[in-house]
């Protein structure tokens, strides 16, 4: 096959090229590499971490759905019956025992949710745990226990330590110590806020009738079978056997599940948007500086096409240039993720990744590979067209051309000039203004360039500080008091409250709440039950008002958007009696829009910052008729939490154990009522764990300006070269031409601030808006002003740092040696 005439000069010119510019090529692809490798590795983060969840529970087989009878007892052959259903594939079951961590290492009990499997399968094959440390225990071994990493955190045990538990009876008069030697492995935790551990038995004896809180079956689905019809089915089973009560109560993990994807969703976003902000910023960047680049190099396009080079030769010889940076960036950039690999997935995600250590996404190298090296191709082939068919029509010495230039001087390097400061108009004219002839330079490309760096950096800088005041400022998340009194399972009338505060003086004020679930328009929603007093501002409104009766309710900004509903709507709401099993639907009408802290308990489902519900106390009073887990009257309306404030300059801790010690005295058994003061909101929890990212964002922005910068100020000077060894000639002393180079620098650096800056503000409460309207959250902004008028000064410095080495070249020029070159 004969080789096309054209592309003999062009293989003679590349090979040039490469011996004379292999520095500057290498240095865009190892930029270019690296960009690269920092994108794609988010973008593969961000994929294995929103999918490490749902991976873990393929690999635990993780039961679908959980059965529990409300009687007391252990169902042995209703749960038998179960397993034989057409609709389930394997079952297992667990018993949880009351217990807490012995109360003289802490203030107060610490809860523990306990659990072992009769049947011993409960772990090991259904719900399978993924051993951290050590190794799995022995289920049909007595005296052995899995623990999760909050347990082992508190206890400061591991694998080969002892557990002291205090088990608590179901007859909260008394309670038991329990004490065991067990090799412990440390596992990863169910989703449950208490800390956990797993028992091969329970080292009491009679345990699962004196200190049982509860059991349960586990039940994994056939393929093709719903959750419907198994809670339809089991339902139906339930009515036979007298040892369940008659009925069944059903947990979907599925609602579980999606509260625990809902932990780790935020870092997987984070990433994505670190990927994707960095991504288009660097395509910005990196293409400004390969336009350049191009544009430079284009400049011996005269001479080839005066010795006989095609346009279509000279447009291949700029393709493939900047193939060869491209290509080689992309094979870094591959190698680059593969070797980061192992830092992935982040968070809880990390715990949760079932297979943990290098991975090679095959999809994401792929396209990151074959964007790495044909984007720029496909951007940068009108450049490369225009620059081959200039060279073609402009005449110039030699045939070389003479690329057009705008006449028009800046105003500013003029005034300089004419106040006397002829260092500072000389080099003003350098940063603003391209030139004529062949030492013509690309200004407008580069400022763009620095400016797009400096606004995404300003952008993060107003993200990061709204999100971090978000953060750290509880009114923000909903939570406008300073403690709340949990009474667990068991309910107090609102007469409580006022008795709390007769007898402590650290209190000024309270709200009285309970816990209920909704299911609003078809949507089951976690929900509170509030009486604030008269002008009280215990919830956060975003948009309308508190609800004030019994027919209103206020929703978080995702459930109403998830019931497509708005403020001022009647809905239809099932509110389920705790007391009874039995439903009420009404009617109520939505008063407004509110952010909600973490509330929640057991098992449930709590609310969160857009997620949940809030009405009046009556409406989701716990019981309906007093009983033995109540220390309310019949026809009273019962409370499950009280909120309250302190004094400024309250000891918490001191008031939490007073406050302990009161609601003991008052009847709620020992264990069973704690003093919280932190309520942060899961999505708080998970955002505070990525609230560096802004940061590093920051951080590969600060990189990107700082190369650019770099970029602008070595080709300017190289290109310009003739012009500096002219100034040398007429007199131009070394720090002279230094200074040219510096207030290049600085109006470079000051032009960019003045546009990038408020394009940044702009920008990052733009960004903020719509982050803080999908989280649910109030939508103001905090823009760091002190920090941006320091970042002003700071810049300028540094791009006279990054000018020293480019002027000290400059500096060092031979006029004769330049001159007689050029």
């Not at 899995?146 to 082992?152: G, P």
């Amino acid at each position: 096959m004969t080789t096309p005439a054209w592309l003999a000069p062009v293989g003679l010119e590349l090979r040039a090229d490469v011996r004379r510019r292999w520095r500057a090529m290498l240095g865009l692809a190892l930029l270019l590499g690296l960009i690269g490798g920092v994108v794609l590795t988010a973008a593969a983060g961000a994929r294995r971490t929103d999918t490490a969840y749902p991976r873990l529970l393929s690999w635990a087989n993780a039961a679908q759905v959980n059965l529990s009878p409300p009687a007391a007892g252990f169902p042995a052959d209703y749960y038998a019956a179960v397993a034989r259903l057409p609709q389930v594939a394997a079952a297992t079951t667990m018993v949880q025992y009351q217990v807490v961590l012995p109360t003289a290492r802490y203030a107060l009990p610490t809860q523990v949710t306990a659990l072992s499997s009769p049947d011993h399968a409960f772990g090991v094959t259904i719900d399978r745990v993924k051993v951290l440390q050590g190794r799995m225990y022995d289920p049909v071994k007595p005296g052995q226990a899995m623990i999760d990493s909050q347990l082992a955190a508190l206890e400061h045990v591991g694998p080969g330590g002892t557990l002291r538990l205090l088990g608590v009876r179901s007859n909260p008069a008394g309670s038991r110590d329990l004490r065991g030697a067990v090799p412990l492995g440390s596992a990863t935790g169910g989703g449950n806020t208490e800390p956990t551990a797993l028992l091969s038995s329970f080292p009491v004896p009679n345990a699962a009738t004196t200190m049982s809180s509860g059991n349960q079956a586990a039940v994994r689905l056939r393929p093709g079978a719903t959750e419907a019809g198994l809670i339809a089915a089991a339902t139906a089973l339930a009515a036979r056997y007298r040892d369940t009560g008659g009925h069944i109560l059903t947990i979907s993990q599925a609602n579980l599940g999606a509260a625990t994807q809902r932990a780790i969703h935020p870092q997987a976003v984070a990433l994505a948007a670190f990927a994707a902000l960095t991504g288009l910023i660097a395509l910005a960047v990196l293409s400004q500086l390969l336009t350049r680049q191009l544009a430079l190099e284009s400049a011996e396009f005269p001479v080839l096409r005066a010795l006989g080079a095609t346009r279509a030769s000279l447009v291949a010889l700029s393709l493939i240039r900047l193939a060869v940076v491209t290509l080689a960036g992309a094979v870094l950039t591959v190698g680059v993720v593969v070797a980061a690999s192992p830092l992935m997935p982040i968070g809880p995600a990390r715990l949760a990744e079932p297979h943990p250590g290098a991975e090679v996404n095959l999809a994401i190298l792929g396209a990151g590979f074959a964007a790495i090296t044909l984007l720029p191709l496909a951007l940068l082939a009108g450049a490369a067209w225009r620059a081959a068919r200039q060279a073609s029509v402009v005449p110039g010495p030699l045939g070389a051309a003479a690329p057009k230039a705008s006449a028009r001087r800046s105003r500013i390097s003029g005034a300089l000039a004419g106040a006397g400061s002829v260092t500072g108009g000389i080099g003003v004219a350098m940063a603003l203004e391209p030139g004529r002839g062949r030492t013509a330079v690309p200004v407008r490309s580069a400022l763009a360039g620095s400016v797009v760096a400096v606004a995404a950096l300003t952008a993060a800088a107003v993200f990061g500080t709204s999100l971090a005041s978000m953060i750290t400022t509880p009114r923000a998340y909903g939570q406008n008091w300073d403690a709340q009194l949990d009474l667990e399972f068991y309910g107090a009338p609102g007469a409580l409250g006022a008795r709390i505060m007769a007898t402590e003086p650290a209190i000024t004020g309270y709200a009285a709440g309970n816990y209920g679930t909704l299911t609003i328009a078809g949507q089951t929603v976690p929900a509170i039950g509030l009486d604030q007093p008269r002008g009280g501002d215990y919830l956060t409104i975003r948009t309308g008002r508190a609800p004030a009766g019994p027919g209103e309710i206020a929703l978080g900004a995702q459930t109403l958007r998830a019931i497509h509903a708005r403020v001022g709507q009647v809905v239809p709401v099932t509110v389920q009696l705790a007391s009874t099993g039995s439903s009420v639907r009404r009617n109520m009408r939505i008063t407004g829009v509110t952010v909600l802290p973490d509330f929640g308990r057991g098992p449930f489902t709590p609310t969160g910052l857009g997620i949940g519900a809030v009405t009046t106390g009556p409406v989701l009073s716990a019981v309906s008729v007093p009983d033995e887990t109540t220390l309310c009257r019949a026809q009273e309306t019962c409370y499950n939490f009280f909120l309250l404030r302190y004094r400024p300059g309250t000891d918490e801790s001191a008031a939490a154990t007073a406050l302990t010690s009161a609601i003991t005295s008052a009847g709620c058994p020992r264990g069973f009522c704690a003093v919280t003061a932190d309520q942060r909101p899961s999505d708080i929890k998970n955002y505070a764990s990525v609230r560096d990212t802004p940061l590093v964002l920051a951080a590969a922005l600060i990189l990107f300006a700082a190369g650019t910068l770099a970029h602008v100020l070595l080709t300017g000077v190289r290109r310009r070269r003739r012009d500096l060894a002219l100034l040398k000639t007429l007199g131009f002393t070394r720090s002279q031409v230094l200074g040219v180079v510096a207030w290049q620098a600085t109006a470079f650096a000051a032009v960019t601030l003045l546009i990038g800056l408020p394009l940044g503000v702009l920008a990052g409460r733009w960004a903020w808006a719509l982050f803080a309207n999908a989280a649910g959250v109030a939508a103001q902004a905090a823009v760091p002003l002190p920090v941006m008028l320091l970042a002003i000064p700071v810049t300028l410095v540094l791009a006279n740092l990054i000018a020293a080495w480019p002027g000290w070249t400059a500096a060092r020029l031979r006029p004769a040696a330049v001159l007689r070159a050029e």
